[in-house]
Nanobody
Framework: QVQVVESGGGLVQAGGSLRLSCAASGSIFKINVASWYRQAPGSQRELVASITSGGMTNYADSMKGRFTISRASAKNTVFLQMNSLKPEDTAVYYC??????????????WGQGTQVTVSS
């Protein structure tokens, strides 16, 4: 019913920037909360940032000041602007969307992930 697709990952040098996109499509009434998570090899998946339908944002402490989450509500798209990237930011980045369907039910959907690699 709903697809979540991330894009924008890649290889970048330390200090560089990347902009990730997350597009949700399907039987969507609205997205209540959209979040970015990341998972590095051998590590647990961790929250990077989240944004509510009202535009309230939340960031993990290590990302504050470097990453910015935003959304284009009309297009059910969420962005993650990542600046001043560090090698420790290397991970697979996943988008999660808490979606209210046109049926009225709410479900959580994950994308397939996009690889971000930061070289030193």
């Amino acid at each position: 019913q709903v697809q979540v697709v991330e894009s924008g990952g890649g290889l970048v040098q330390a200090g560089g920037s990347l902009r990730l996109s997350c597009a949700a499509s399907g039987s969507i009434f609205k997205i209540n909360v959209a979040s970015w998570y990341r998972q590095a090899p051998g590590s647990q998946r961790e929250l990077v940032a989240s944004i509510t339908s009202g535009g309230m944002t939340n960031y993990a402490d290590s990302m504050k000041g470097r990453f910015t989450i935003s959304r284009a509500s009309a297009k059910n798209t969420v962005f993650l602007q990542m600046n001043s990237l560090k090698p420790e930011d290397t991970a697979v980045y996943y988008c999660n969307a808490n979606v209210v369907l046109t049926t009225g039910y709410e479900y959580s959907y994950w994308g397939q992930g996009t690889q971000v690699t930061v070289s030193s």
